[in-house]
């Protein structure tokens, strides 16, 4: 059974047109993590949250917001995407942070058009 | 912060041969290292992880082996299929200041060929 679920699988949205991606997990994990991921590349952290804190990146840009409203779910906003955030969007969870498995969803592969 | 250098980029054998990867780290402090596996299109799959309290991990095919003192770390796979094809990432974690979340290696693109 899946326990890191992202909707959708696949997302098409305009140049500058905002853009929401989701993300919600059964493992009751304390920490869920946002990470983008391009062709050929390692996943590349943009922000996390550890319960209701949220932890941004230094260099993860503006466009980039997060949101988690319960422990279950969370949500990646685009605010206004450009043709460079064309990307895998990877969600994760964890117990804990730090020497704790993470778990990944299968993805968001975004296309700007 | 912590850097993770992982080799090879692209590795190819042949089914039921052995396949060995990889990964150095810089930061002393970091005490987790997982594998992932991650499919054409998929999210990445924790195969196997060691902590810095012990030097191997083994789980069927697979093994990982930790040199604490030189800082590196290996995944070995034996007995090869056509299905262990796809990217594996190295990562640590676990070490002090920003080092709680995982470092990931720039990934090893490993074909079985039949």
């Known amino acids: 059974d899946a326990m890191v679920i992202q909707n959708p699988r696949y997302q098409v949205t305009q140049f500058g047109k905002p853009v929401t991606l989701s993300c919600s997990q059964t493992l009751n994990h304390n920490v869920m993590y946002w990470y983008q991921q391009k062709s050929s590349q390692a996943p590349k952290l943009l922000f996390h949250?550890?319960?209701?804190?949220?932890?941004n990146e230094a260099d993860t840009p503006d466009n980039f917001q997060s949101r988690r409203p319960n422990t279950s779910f969370c949500f990646l906003d685009i605010r206004s995407p450009g043709l460079g955030d064309a990307a895998m969007y990877l969600c994760a969870t964890s117990r804990d942070r730090g020497n704790t498995e993470a778990f990944f969803g299968q993805g968001t592969r975004l296309t700007v058009v | 912060g912590e850097n993770v250098e992982q080799h090879p980029s692209t590795l190819s054998v042949q089914e039921g041969d052995s396949a060995v990867i990889k990964c150095t780290y810089s930061?002393?402090?970091?005490?987790?290292f997982p594998w992932y596996k991650q499919e054409l299109g998929k999210g990445p799959q924790l195969i196997i992880d060691i902590r810095s309290n012990v030097g191997e991990k083994k789980d069927q095919r697979i093994a990982v082996t930790l040199n604490k003192t030189a800082k590196h770390f290996s995944l070995h796979i034996t007995e090869t299929q056509p299905e262990d094809s796809a990217v594996y990432f190295c990562a640590a974690s676990g070490g002090g200041g920003s080092n709680y979340k995982l470092t990931f290696g720039k990934g090893t693109l490993l074909t079985v060929n039949p």
């Open positions: 949250y550890y319960d209701k804190d949220f932890n």
């Open positions: 930061d002393s402090a970091s005490n987790y």
